[in-house]
């Protein structure tokens, strides 16, 4: 494994079995290698497998086939070496935001050791004044701000997030890509997000994995070379969106039929 490299997925498939009892094939042959300190985003259309290979990757499900290493260590659990923010964000209804954020910390068992870092994450996620706050009573843009928070305070090698922003309006989401980006540039955390929205990716990442219909299969992986902080109105920006748009309407095309009749 380089040294530059923090996760290596290798060879990896994962088939389901639908409701119909037939064999839906979520990804096959998926390979990828993921630099550390690196933003690298995933997209394709629904059902491409997307979600699934996140789950592998947080330990959340096994492949059938192939290996996925997080420093030269196979994935085979979820541990606190790897972040996981749901699109929802999921908080505990009957805790305040500081506890949300602190639940990682107590369940460690480092909580009294480390009681300065939550009063830190909520600074740095800017929910100063809603510490007391419970999960009915802010917005969903703040909410995942808490589960932002929640997965980097136990410090982890790589934040996986799974459409964080896909719930949200458009200002909430803007405002919410930047704070991401605010966090990854002071935290040096590698970061792998999922999402349906071509502009978020390109906005955020340093690559853009490209994945086709089921079975999901990488179609093409795209390096940025676009500055930063980035314009999304600029040149540059448009005509990268618009050959992103083609190279997924392409990759829709190449994918094998769901099932063998």
């Known amino acids: 494994m380089s040294n530059e490299n923090l996760i290596e997925i290798s060879s990896v498939s994962r088939t389901y079995t639908d409701a119909e009892s037939r ?28 979600t699934t290979l996140l789950r592998l990757l947080a ?16 994935v085979t659990a979820p541990g606190a070496k790897l972040g996981y923010v749901f699109q929802q964000g999921s908080l ?47 917005s969903g843009g703040m909410a995942q701000r808490v589960a932002i928070a929640r997965a980097l305070i136990n410090n ?49 990442s340093d690559r853009i994995v490209i994945m086709t219909p089921r079975p999901g299969r990488i179609s093409e992986i795209i390096e940025l070379k676009l500055g930063r902080p980035r314009n999304r109105g600029s040149e540059d920006f448009t005509l990268l969106r618009t050959e992103i748009l083609e190279k997924l309407h392409l990759a829709s095309k190449t994918t094998e039929p769901e099932y063998a009749i």
């Open 156 to 204: 982890p090698e790589s934040l996986l997030l799974d459409e964080p922003m896909g719930a949200l309006d458009a200002f909430t989401r803007i405002d919410l890509q930047n704070k991401l980006l605010e966090l990854w540039k002071e935290n040096h955390t590698t970061m792998i997000l999922v999402t349906h929205d071509v502009d978020e990716a390109i906005y955020l």
């Open 59 to 74: 330990g959340l499900d096994r492949p059938e086939k192939g290996e996925i290493l997080l420093d030269g260590t196979e």
């Open 92 to 138: 505990f209804p009957w805790l305040t935001v500081k506890n949300n954020i602190a639940v990682g910390l107590k369940a460690r068992h480092i909580y009294a050791d480390n009681k300065s870092e939550v009063d830190r994450f909520i600074g740095m996620v800017g929910l100063d004044g809603f510490e007391n706050s419970y999960p009915h009573q802010i």
């Open 23 to 50: 064999d839906v094939n979520a990804l096959k042959d998926v390979s990828l290698s993921v630099k550390k300190g690196e933003f690298l985003s995933i997209i394709g259309p629904s059902g491409c497998g997307k």
